[in-house]
């Protein structure tokens, strides 16, 4: 009888730590979501799923995620973090990069609380011990979404429908076939992105030039709208973004109805019910993909990384659904591509895939004869950039290794920032 009762004390023991070494979930756990947006915007949608789909794996009740909605980049930030400390909240996160500054202040205030600064980047320098940097490879998928590209603009070409005799005005003097990106601000993470999807055409379609637009807003319908209309007017054939509304793609469909040729590659979230026919596919990140690992460390007690960044390797990064106006055999071309940046065989920015002019301001860059880049110095202090000084101090890495640069491994934000060959920006934002 002892025996019996021994062993279903053991069971019940068993039963309320969690079986086969799985998080218990606590009812008493609370997450705190600061969000520059609402569900109605791509990427804060985007984050939203990601945290309720780790929190659903995780145990943890919609109930017990407290959400900040449309919290502006200044001291709005900070009064949302205490009343989520106020609320009961042990792991706070953020996910807009204009939000940094005042998590690092509420992060100072409140020690027995984590906060995570979302794209953030002085995490590791600024001596606050709770606060956290996330974020993903993105420049992965935005490669692979360029590869789709470029997947179409060759059948284009191929079928005889994108020549420039039957459409001068979407190739330059040389016979380059146009493209544009509608970009948000011309920080290095936009840089980062609109490069990498530039290579990832041009790795399938060689003959190609791009012009980037910028809004100067991370969220503008109209204004991304008038920047895929003026793009598509000088010729411009696909249209990528690095902003999170539909107004690219939906002006997209409208001028390919119209008899135009022009397709979209959106950003976030699927774009096939914005742009049925444009539409071709999106970059995205699988947030849940973080998201499950910061909150089961802060559950389980455990330190959260300072700085996070991942990507097709752990399954951190896609694209969205293909659309019908993908050429034939994409899914298949684009399998074998996302295969080769999981195992690492495929470095997206390849030093032998592009080249650097002297004319271009790129004083950390050095290059050789033939314009390709044999160093890139970078300096990871933050900085005033009003008074060029350092808010906090960082070390200067080289970030050119084994013949490719190295983004996001030194810290979890890009700082990608060279302007290649080939890409033009437009450094008056659209109105």
């Given at each position: 009888m002892?025996?019996?009762?021994?062993?279903?004390?053991?069971?019940?023991?068993?039963l309320?730590?969690?079986a086969c070494?799985?998080t218990k979930?606590?009812?008493d756990?609370k997450?705190g979501?600061i969000?520059?947006?609402d569900?109605t915007?791509g990427?804060?949608?985007a984050?939203?799923?990601?945290?309720?789909?780790?929190a659903k794996?995780?145990g943890v009740?919609?109930?017990n995620?407290?959400?900040k909605?449309?919290?502006?980049?200044?001291s709005k930030?900070y009064d949302?973090?205490?009343?989520?400390?106020a609320?009961g909240?042990?792991?706070?996160f953020?996910n807009?990069?204009?939000h940094q500054?005042?998590?690092?202040?509420?992060a100072?205030?409140?020690s027995?609380?984590t906060f995570v600064?979302m794209t953030?980047?002085?995490a590791?320098?600024?001596?606050s011990n709770?606060?956290k940097?996330a974020?993903?490879?993105v420049?992965e998928?935005r490669y692979v979404?360029?590869?789709v590209?470029?997947?179409?603009?060759?059948?284009?070409?191929?079928?005889?429908k994108l020549t420039a005799?039957?459409q001068a005005?979407s190739?330059d003097?040389?016979?380059?076939?146009?493209?544009g990106?509608?970009?948000?601000?011309?920080?290095a993470?936009v840089?980062?992105?609109y490069t990498?999807?530039?290579l990832?055409?041009?790795?399938v379609?060689p003959?190609v030039?791009?012009e980037?637009?910028?809004?100067?807003?991370?969220?503008?319908?109209d204004?991304?709208a008038a920047a895929a209309?003026?793009?598509i007017?000088s010729?411009c054939v696909i249209?990528?973004q690095?902003?999170?509304?539909?107004?690219?793609?939906?002006?997209?469909e409208?001028?390919?109805?119209?008899g135009?040729?022009?397709?979209s590659?959106?950003?976030n979230?699927?774009?096939?019910?914005?742009?049925p026919?444009?539409?071709?596919t999106?970059a995205?990140?699988?947030?849940?993909?973080y998201y499950?690992?910061?909150i089961?460390?802060?559950?389980d007690?455990k330190?959260?990384?300072?700085?996070?960044?991942e990507?097709?390797?752990?399954d951190?990064?896609a694209i969205?659904?293909?659309g019908?106006?993908?050429?034939?055999g994409?899914?298949?071309?684009?399998?074998g591509?996302?295969?080769k940046?999981?195992?690492?065989t495929?470095k997206?920015f390849?030093?032998?895939?592009f080249?650097?002019s002297a004319?271009?301001n790129?004083c950390?860059v050095?290059?050789?004869?033939d314009g390709?880049?044999?160093?890139c110095k970078v300096?990871?202090?933050?900085m005033?950039?009003?008074?060029m000084?350092?808010?906090?101090?960082?070390e200067?890495?080289e970030?050119?290794?084994d013949?490719a640069f190295?983004e996001?491994?030194?810290r979890?934000?890009?700082y990608?920032?060279?302007?290649?060959?080939?890409?033009?920006?437009n450094?008056?934002p659209v109105?």
């Amino acid at each position: 009888m002892k025996k019996l009762v021994s062993l279903l004390l053991v069971c019940t023991m068993v039963l309320a730590f969690g079986a086969c070494g799985k998080t218990k979930a606590d009812g008493d756990f609370k997450i705190g979501v600061i969000l520059i947006g609402d569900d109605t915007e791509g990427y804060t949608a985007a984050h939203m799923n990601g945290i309720k789909e780790a929190a659903k794996s995780l145990g943890v009740a919609e109930s017990n995620i407290i959400w900040k909605y449309k919290v502006t980049e200044d001291s709005k930030c900070y009064d949302a973090a205490a009343d989520l400390v106020a609320s009961g909240c042990k792991v706070i996160f953020s996910n807009s990069y204009g939000h940094q500054t005042f998590m690092v202040q509420a992060a100072e205030e409140f020690s027995d609380v984590t906060f995570v600064s979302m794209t953030g980047d002085f995490a590791a320098i600024c001596g606050s011990n709770n606060l956290k940097n996330a974020f993903t490879k993105v420049y992965e998928s935005r490669y692979v979404s360029g590869v789709v590209a470029g997947l179409k603009l060759k059948e284009l070409t191929e079928s005889g429908k994108l020549t420039a005799e039957t459409q001068a005005n979407s190739f330059d003097a040389d016979g380059n076939i146009k493209v544009g990106y509608v970009g948000a601000f011309n920080y290095a993470e936009v840089v980062s992105g609109y490069t990498a999807f530039y290579l990832g055409i041009k790795s399938v379609m060689p003959n190609v030039v791009m012009e980037v637009k910028y809004t100067n807003s991370w969220f503008d319908i109209d204004k991304e709208a008038a920047a895929a209309e003026a793009l598509i007017a000088s010729g411009c054939v696909i249209i990528g973004q690095h902003a999170d509304s539909t107004g690219a793609p939906a002006a997209t469909e409208k001028l390919l109805n119209s008899g135009k040729i022009c397709y979209s590659v959106g950003y976030n979230v699927d774009m096939l019910e914005t742009a049925p026919n444009a539409a071709l596919t999106s970059a995205t990140n699988t947030w849940s993909a973080y998201y499950t690992e910061a909150i089961k460390n802060a559950m389980d007690g455990k330190e959260i990384a300072t700085d996070w960044a991942e990507g097709y390797a752990k399954d951190a990064v896609a694209i969205t659904k293909l659309g019908s106006s993908c050429a034939e055999g994409t899914a298949d071309y684009v399998a074998g591509v996302e295969a080769k940046l999981k195992d690492g065989t495929l470095k997206v920015f390849d030093t032998s895939k592009f080249t650097v002019s002297a004319k271009q301001n790129t004083c950390t860059v050095e290059t050789d004869a033939d314009g390709k880049v044999t160093s890139c110095k970078v300096n990871l202090s933050f900085m005033d950039y009003s008074t060029m000084t350092p808010i906090y101090e960082g070390e200067t890495v080289e970030c050119i290794k084994d013949g490719a640069f190295e983004e996001s491994s030194f810290r979890s934000a890009p700082y990608f920032s060279i302007r290649i060959d080939g890409i033009v920006e437009n450094t008056v934002p659209v109105e």
